[in-house]
């Protein structure tokens, strides 16, 4: 049971759950299969600048309303009207909606129930776990209607399973089931209710440390791709920033206590 609800236009909310640590951003545009309208898009950053701002949020989790697709993409009805330099000038608010997800500095978990594709599997490739159930299907189709992965997909897929398997899965624009998914390593937990797991996995998450877990991600997405003596400079940053916190402090108090923390956040 959520405990707040927050509209961002008409096509996505943000509910608190936890005590208010877990905030799930829903896509609710179920008519359209969550097709990322230039609206739409908007409202997912000004969800994202929300969330990244409330320092009350330990954990994320993107999910959808819809019952046949978490999100299928770029809204290509509306790109259909569009000429060039209309096309041009969306760019920068589509973009703003997954570098809004994927710099959320709270770990995020994507629950996956139907269509992910395109841009909607971006939106999940961009969360920092993805939860999905039987009825997942998961893809980068754009090159069989003209276009590239936009959402980050070139990008993070490649990070995801590596250079050959993702070049295969985009250069194909095949679709992939969920079963297949997970012996891929496109999708992390298999779940009889998306949803359902993906909320229980990120409450797991949101009763550690909020410092230390916004910290770990931030080693983590920083540290990627460097080589190993700047990575580790990175992750020492990042232990200073939370060894020296008042969760640490509380951490260590509540561990010789045997009682549950209270994490101050700071």
Same mark, same amino acid.
């Given at each position: 049971?959520?405990?707040?609800?927050?509209? $961002?236009?008409? $096509?996505?909310?943000?509910?608190?759950?936890?005590?208010?640590?877990?905030?799930?951003?829903?896509?609710?545009?179920?008519?359209?299969?969550?097709?990322?309208?230039?609206?739409?898009?908007?409202?997912?950053?000004?969800?994202?600048?929300?969330?990244?701002?409330?320092?009350?949020?330990?954990?994320?989790?993107?999910?959808?309303?819809?019952?046949?697709?978490?999100?299928?993409?770029?809204? %290509?009805?509306?790109?259909?009207?569009?000429?060039?330099?209309?096309? !041009?000038?969306?760019?920068?608010?589509?973009?703003?909606?997954?570098?809004?997800?994927?710099?959320?500095?709270?770990?995020?978990?994507?629950?996956?129930?139907?269509?992910?594709?395109?841009?909607?599997?971006?939106?999940?490739?961009?969360?920092?776990?993805?939860?999905?159930?039987?009825?997942?299907?998961?893809?980068?189709?754009?090159? !069989?209607?003209?276009?590239?992965? *936009?959402?980050?997909?070139?990008?993070?897929?490649?990070?995801?399973?590596?250079?050959?398997?993702?070049?295969?899965?985009?250069?194909?624009?095949?679709?992939?089931?969920?079963?297949?998914?997970?012996?891929?390593?496109?999708?992390?937990? %298999?779940?009889?209710?998306?949803?359902?797991?993906?909320?229980?996995?990120?409450?797991?998450?949101?009763?550690?440390?909020?410092?230390?877990?916004?910290?770990?991600?931030?080693?983590?997405?920083?540290?990627?791709?460097?080589?190993?003596?700047?990575?580790?400079?990175?992750?020492?940053?990042?232990?200073?920033?939370?060894?020296?916190?008042?969760?640490?402090?509380?951490?260590?108090?509540?561990?010789?206590?045997?009682?549950?923390?209270?994490?101050? *956040?700071?």
């Amino acid at each position: 049971m959520s405990e707040s609800e927050q509209r $961002f236009g008409e $096509f996505v909310a943000v509910r608190k759950h936890e005590h208010g640590h877990v905030a799930e951003l829903v896509l609710d545009r179920p008519k359209a299969m969550n097709a990322v309208s230039t609206e739409m898009a908007r409202s997912i950053r000004a969800a994202c600048d929300a969330l990244a701002a409330d320092r009350e949020v330990r954990v994320g989790v993107v999910s959808s309303t819809s019952e046949r697709a978490f999100c299928v993409g770029a809204d %290509l009805k509306e790109r259909n009207s569009f000429s060039d330099a209309d096309l !041009s000038r969306q760019r920068p608010t589509t973009r703003g909606a997954y570098t809004g997800v994927l710099e959320l500095p709270m770990p995020t978990v994507a629950a996956v129930h139907g269509f992910a594709l395109g841009g909607g599997f971006e939106l999940a490739l961009s969360c920092d776990v993805i939860v999905a159930d039987a009825t997942a299907v998961v893809g980068l189709p754009e090159v !069989s209607v003209g276009v590239i992965p *936009g959402g980050g997909g070139t990008q993070l897929l490649p990070r995801r399973v590596g250079a050959a398997r993702a070049a295969e899965l985009v250069f194909t624009a095949r679709r992939v089931e969920a079963a297949e998914a997970r012996e891929l390593g496109l999708v992390d937990v %298999l779940a009889e209710d998306a949803r359902t797991e993906a909320l229980a996995l990120a409450a797991r998450m949101a009763a550690n440390s909020p410092v230390g877990l916004r910290n770990a991600k931030k080693a983590m997405r920083l540290g990627h791709g460097l080589d190993l003596r700047a990575g580790l400079e990175v992750e020492d940053a990042a232990w200073r920033a939370t060894a020296f916190s008042g969760d640490r402090a509380e951490g260590v108090a509540a561990f010789n206590e045997k009682r549950k923390p209270q994490w101050p *956040g700071e």
